[in-house]
C-alpha cells in the first residue's frame, strides 16, 4: 500500500493536475491512498478547481482520498460566519471569490462550503500523524486543538522531541522549494503558490519516513 502527502495547494491546479499524473505513474497498479494536508485556496488563480478536483476524487474513492483543513480553509469559515472577513481578504481570499465568479461569501456555492466545513484536521495512519501545521509539543496527539493543528509554527517547528508518530504536515513555506525532513516531522510546503514547487511525500506501510518525494 502507498500513501501519497500532498502539500499546500493554494488555488495551483496546473500544479495539482500533473502532480496526481505522477502519483498514479508512480503507483502503476498498487493501490494507493493520497491525503491532501490543508490550504486548497487563496492566492492562487483556481480555488475553485482544486476544490472540486479532490472532491470529485473523494468521491470516486472515499476510503482513500482525505482531504484534510488547512488554516485557509479556517480564515474561510471564519468569513463566512462575519468573523474578521477582511484578514480572509488579505490572505488571497479575494482571488478565491474570483475563481467562483462572485463577489462575496453570500453567492459561495454551498455544496464547496458543506465540503469545507467538514474537514477533518488530521489522519493517523498508526506510524505518521498527517495536519496542516503541527501539533504542539508535549500534549498527547489525541487531545491537540483544531487551533494548534491548523495554525502552529512555534514551539513545534524547533522540537526534537519524538512525538509518538511521524508529524507530516505543510503551513510553513520551504523557500528553497525543498521538503524539510527532521527524524520527527517532515514539512512538505515546497511553496507553489511562490512560483517554487508541489510536493507529493511517499509512504509505504513498512516504513515509518518517506521513501520518496515527487514534485512538479
Not at 500532498?6 to 502503476?28: P, V
Not at 482520498?65 to 462575519?82: K, P, Q, S, T
Amino acid at each position: 500500500m502507498l500513501t501519497f502527502a500532498i502539500g499546500d495547494t493554494h488555488g495551483c491546479l496546473d500544479h495539482l493536475t500533473r502532480l496526481l499524473d505522477d502519483c498514479r505513474r508512480f503507483a502503476k497498479i498498487q493501490p494507493a491512498t493520497f491525503v491532501f494536508l490543508g490550504d486548497y485556496i487563496d492566492r492562487g488563480a483556481d480555488s475553485r478547481g482544486v476544490t472540486q478536483t479532490i472532491m470529485d476524487m473523494q468521491t470516486a474513492d472515499p476510503e482513500r482520498v482525505i482531504a484534510l483543513a488547512g488554516n485557509h480553509e479556517d480564515l474561510l469559515l471564519r468569513a463566512d460566519n462575519f468573523i474578521d472577513e477582511a484578514r480572509w481578504l488579505d490572505s488571497g481570499g479575494d482571488s478565491t471569490l474570483r475563481s467562483y465568479g462572485i463577489s462575496s461569501m453570500t453567492e459561495f456555492p454551498q455544496d464547496h462550503l458543506t465540503w469545507i466545513r467538514n474537514l477533518p484536521t488530521h489522519y493517523d495512519d498508526g506510524q505518521r500523524f498527517f495536519v496542516h501545521a503541527g501539533i504542539r509539543p508535549g500534549i498527547p496527539l489525541d487531545q491537540q486543538t483544531r487551533e494548534d493543528m491548523l495554525w502552529i509554527r512555534e514551539p513545534f517547528l524547533s522540537a526534537d522531541a519524538d512525538h509518538g508518530r511521524l508529524i507530516v504536515h505543510g503551513h510553513t513555506p520551504q523557500r528553497n522549494g525543498k521538503p524539510d525532513i527532521h527524524p520527527n516531522r517532515v514539512n512538505i510546503d515546497t511553496g507553489a503558490v511562490f512560483g517554487r514547487k508541489l510536493t507529493a511525500a511517499v509512504f509505504t506501510d513498512s516504513e515509518r519516513m518517506p521513501v520518496e518525494f515527487l514534485q512538479t
